[in-house]
């Protein structure tokens, strides 16, 4: 078998990214299967897989393109889904906290994982820990919109936010389109309740202030509403987490929606089965632009390393875009550009920077 397991054949300086292959509904199978696929789209890679070795060893005999890329290290040790953070944290010999500690390491600079969200987010932000000028990293994911794909963020890492993370979650959203959109200068707005800048609250304005005085002054588009997220109004969208979580499983929950009701309407009589028949072309892209596999692998951005969660239950093809995505974020030198990000934030917005005030609410200030 061409994968290495052996401790003393490992290469620190041939891998890019570390897998968790114990994490999801269906690993290790769909893991292994996703990683022959990535192998084929990026054949100079470099993968560790972390998992069980007596489960791995004959799904890696089965898929040699996905041997011929990964070694594997040994984690005997699986986080549930049903498990807590708090007990992730305490488990040394998980697949999923060996493949961080990888990154942590070194050894790899990235780890993607489709396990348990709430012990992933917790064991990245406490092993890997936030760049300098990073006061939270945020979760980010592409989203289809009427004018193609778009970045939101928060999704849920940071319930709430004082102006400076929005003004963060903005630069790092700006290096994940241009690494993984491959966008020159791509448009960002903030979601508020209403476009004029006399709406939302002050928390929200402030934000806005910053990003028009900041090195992303050109890029800022101001506030976008709801329905500028499908409508593709700008390429990213950002948010705190509490807004952006319910946006995205209104998405979610719409797009389930609307598929159930066109099987529902096509399947009905004979004449609406003859209207697929005539509109089965169409329907095709349009299913093949919707496919949630395609915008599977959020990215905990603003940490010391790559980090990318896929869905639990996804599949291989799923499951390989995921890794894509973390490819993109590790060539890109995602990390690198923000860190650029926040010191061009510190030059230009020194004369004027949020503090906060006895209850915690940021309000901008005067540079002394």
């Known amino acids: 078998m061409a994968s290495k397991t052996a401790a003393d054949h ?10 968790d292959a114990m994490g999801g509904d269906h690993a290790p199978e769909i893991v292994v299967e996703g990683m022959a696929i990535a192998a084929e789209r990026h054949p100079d890679a470099r993968f560790l897989l972390v998992g069980d070795e007596t489960l791995l060893a ?26 807590k953070a708090a007990a992730a944290l305490r488990l040394r010999d998980s697949s999923m906290r060996i493949a961080i500690d990888a ?20 064991l990245a932000k406490i092993i890997l820990k936030t760049l ?3 006061d939270r990293p945020a979760l980010a994911a592409i989203m289809p919109s009427a004018r193609g794909d778009i970045l939101m963020l928060d999704l849920g890492a940071n319930v709430l936010c004082d102006p400076r993370n929005l003004v963060e979650f903005a630069i790092m959203g700006d290096v994940f ?38 090195h992303l002054a050109q890029q800022f588009h101001g506030f976008v509403e709801g329905h500028d997220i499908a409508g593709g109004t700008t390429d990213v969208v950002v948010a705190d987490g509490f807004s952006g979580n319910i946006a995205l499983k209104t998405a979610e929950g719409t797009a389930k929606m609307l598929g159930g009701l066109l099987k529902q309407i ?28 395609r915008y599977n692998g959020a990215v905990l951005v603003g940490l010391n390393g790559v980090v990318v969660k896929s869905h639990g239950g996804t ?50 200030a005067e540079a002394r």
């Open 10 to 19: 490992f290469n620190r300086d041939s891998f890019v990214l570390a897998i």
């Open 58 to 83: 004959p799904l890696l005999a089965r898929w040699p393109r996905a041997a011929s890329v990964c070694t594997v290290r040994h984690a005997p040790v699986k986080v549930t889904g049903e498990m």
């Open 103 to 122: 990154v942590a390491h070194g050894e790899a600079s990235g780890v993607v994982s489709a396990g348990n969200s709430g012990a992933l987010l917790a």
């Open 132 to 134: 300098p000028g990073i």
């Open 177 to 214: 389109a241009r690494s993984v959109l491959g966008l020159t200068a791509p448009r960002i707005g903030l979601l508020n309740v209403g476009s004029e800048e006399q709406k939302g609250d002050d928390r929200i304005r402030t934000a806005a202030e910053m990003l028009r005085t900041s």
């Open 266 to 293: 096509f399947t009905s009589t004979i004449l609406a089965r003859l209207g697929y028949l005539l509109a089965r072309g169409g329907l095709e892209r349009l299913r093949e632009w919707l496919d949630p596999r």
């Open 315 to 364: 599949d291989a093809q799923g499951f390989a875009h995921a890794v894509d995505v973390g490819m993109d974020m590790v060539s890109n030198r995602s990390s690198d550009r923000i860190r650029e990000g926040i010191a061009k934030l510190v030059e230009l917005s020194g004369a004027a920077h949020p503090v906060r005030d006895k209850d915690g609410t940021a309000q901008l």
